[in-house]
């Protein structure tokens, strides 16, 4: 696939969600051409009809536009509900008492059917629960095999089936359900790029849904539960991305600790080298109308100035009014951040310090040299995405054109930080890397007659993890005419 597909302006990512307002081939075209790198598919919602039918649309989007597409499958994950009431709902007050058991019985206003068992044998006195999206608040004040009781803190209607949470301790649930296993292998049959993991506590989750997907898809926590803070380093390690999930966050812990919080993570993934995407209600408002609150724009271009590799939408996309206005806006924010001259200052606050490898050390003196020799892009060789990641982490000012021979990389790269990834054969000398790297430079914009770039490639060529070269050259602008005149 030899892309003719001009590299975008920005360096950060756009991900929009695919849902009933974006499920058209006309649509998701439109969504891409506004500024969607990558699409999300909410196994939450739809059958995998659905998810089947726009997984291939974009697939064919992908050879009408001329790039790698990525496509994460964003997993479901526990979902925790109360039982139904015999009245369908029950208004309590504060300082009332109210029981969550395991009898079978239709609630009424002193108790509800609770039925999670590993709640039970998790919960603690003085633990609060949480309920509609943290709407109520419950007290624990003693806690049996059978029975939870508690007071009522924040009081309010409580009706069938509203969710749960539990934020003050680590449950004993495993992180993938059998409806994630089963929507899990769909995700890998259709080859989606990545696999996002929901209800992450701890590292041991990551290593479980690492191991069934087995290489087959790249894997990005989603940070969205207190416990998975307190693990974030282990959960960092493991994981290939990692996602500020605000909303469960701002459920569970309070509101005024979230942006912190997302700043922590953010850095943290940054100094690990890992692709990090900040999402939930970044445009909000853009559900119903066509325009962001100031609010929104400003909570956009902090996470663009804090150097997160990609931002997402999420109902605005998916089942919003204006699917295609909110990528536009998404876009034009990003684009507005970027050209900001106190951008890069900003963007590399967080310090990203080498591993002591090769390829950290050439991935460093690639983006020093930069304005040194008044490079125009980097191009880098990769099979495995690694040295792509590298460079990417150094967060450098010019675009980061990535040649590998894996389509799986290059539609990987699609939550990376400045990448542009072309799917093209592999070179088998350095006379042939020099060569290919000016002709893909022209060929996409990257760089024209006169400009220099920086190479960084490997050898022995084809070997993973083996980045040892950095070179300068400077483009003559004829290499593409020469090189169709000798075919």
Known sequence: MLSQFVPRSRKVRILATLGPSSDTHERIKELAEAGADAFRLNMSHGTHEDHAQRIQIIRSL???????????????????RVGKFANGKEELTKGQTFAFDRDEMP?????????????????????????????????????????????VEVPGTISNNKGLNVPDVVLPLAALTEKDRKDLAFALEH???????????????VAE????????????????KPAAIERLDGILELADAVMVARGDLGVEMPAHEVPPLQKKIVESARRLGRPVVVATQMLESMITTPSPTRAEVSDVATAVYDGADAIMLSAESASGAWPVEAVAMMNSIATSVEADPGYAARVHFTETLPDPTTADAIAGAARNMIDTVTAAG?????????????VARERPSVPILVLTPSLQTARRSGLLWGAHAVH?????????????????????????GGDRIILMAGVP???????????????VGDELERHQARV
């Open 209 to 224: 849904a690492r191991r069934l997907i087995s290489g087959r898809a790249a894997l990005l926590a989603k940070i969205e």
């Open 378 to 390: 980097i191009v880098c060789f990769t099979s495995s995405g690694s040295t792509a990641r590298r």
């Open 107 to 151: 609630g009424d206003a002193t108790r509800v059917t609770l039925p999670h068992r590993e709640i039970f044998e998790a919960i603690e006195v003085g633990t609060r629960l949480l309920v509609d999206d943290g709407k109520l608040v419950f007290r624990v004040t003693s806690a049996h095999p059978e029975r939870i009781e508690t007071l």
């Open 62 to 80: 992908e050879k009408e536009l001329g790039r790698p597409t990525t496509i994460l499958a964003d997993l479901q994950g526990p979902k925790l």
């Open 461 to 475: 060529f084809g070997t993973p993890g083996s980045t040892n070269i950095l070179h300068v050259v400077r483009l």
């Open 191 to 205: 080859d989606v790029d990545w696999i996002a993991l929901s209800f992450v506590q701890r590292p041991e989750d």
């Open 424 to 448: 093209t054969k592999d070179v088998e000398s350095f006379e042939e890397m020099v060569g290919k790297s000016k002709r893909m430079a022209l060929r996409h914009r990257v760089a024209e």
